[in-house]
């Protein structure tokens, strides 16, 4: 079943802050998060595993709530780069192989 | 490295026809996968291929077939196109990863856009 994502889409000008939210309804090992320009291929951002571990962006950070299946994906002091659509995709704790992604949530920067 | 290849870029097929879609990633990846994307609905996944020799089901399989031809081809075939097939579809692949992350990150092709009349 996907994740679902909030919100469905975001208006921001360029400094402000974003949170965007994933939520399953299944027992979670990892969360993954992507970006997708328009036009192009989703693009890997950070990987978060139940216990704390994280992998990836600089200049993005994310959380990982496993007793509550959630994951926010915070995005500080926004640039114009970031405009496009975020895709969590999460990882149960069996069928490792299987990432079932959200269905996306789109981000507008403006000057 | 050119990373994730497809082919072809765009295809416009009639109801009934069949295709091949072809996937190759020169970054010696064990897994390779196929999504579909639909507007609205996110990436959802047809089939993957944890390692060579081995294929399984995603999400929504129903009307695709899978080749892992070798470590870096993974085609996917439709046998008869319908028009509830129309969408872009993207390959991707990933290595196993290190102590507990399982499978590293997926990189993706740059997508086949498919319309089905």
């Known amino acids: 079943q996907q994740p679902v994502q909030s919100p469905q889409a975001v208006i921001l000008r360029e400094g402000e802050d974003a949170v965007i939210n994933c939520s399953s309804s299944k027992a979670l090992y990892s969360v993954h998060w992507y970006r997708q320009k328009h036009g192009e291929a989703p693009v890997f951002l950070m990987i978060l595993l139940k216990g704390g571990e994280q992998k990836g962006h600089e200049k993005i950070s994310a959380s990982f709530n496993e007793k509550k299946q959630q994951s926010s994906l915070y995005l500080t002091a926004s640039q114009l780069s970031y405009s496009g659509t975020y895709f969590c995709g999460t990882r149960g704790n069996t069928g490792f192989q299987k990432l079932v992604f959200g269905t996306g949530t789109r981000l507008l920067v403006s000057p | ?117």
């Open chain 2, 1 to 117: 490295n050119a990373g994730v290849t497809q082919t072809p870029k765009f295809q416009v097929l009639k109801t009934g026809q069949s295709m091949t879609l072809q996937c190759a990633q020169d970054m010696n990846h064990n897994s390779m996968y196929w999504y579909r994307q639909d507007p609205g609905m996110g990436l959802r996944l047809i089939y993957y291929s944890a390692s060579e020799g081995t294929t399984d089901k995603g999400e929504v399989p129903n009307g695709y077939n899978v080749s892992r031809l070798n470590k870096r081809e993974f085609s996917l075939r439709l046998e008869s196109a319908a028009p509830s097939q129309t969408s872009v579809y993207f390959c991707a692949s990933s290595n196993w990863g290190i102590g507990r992350i399982p499978f590293n990150e997926q990189f993706f092709g740059p997508g086949t856009r498919l319309t089905v009349l």
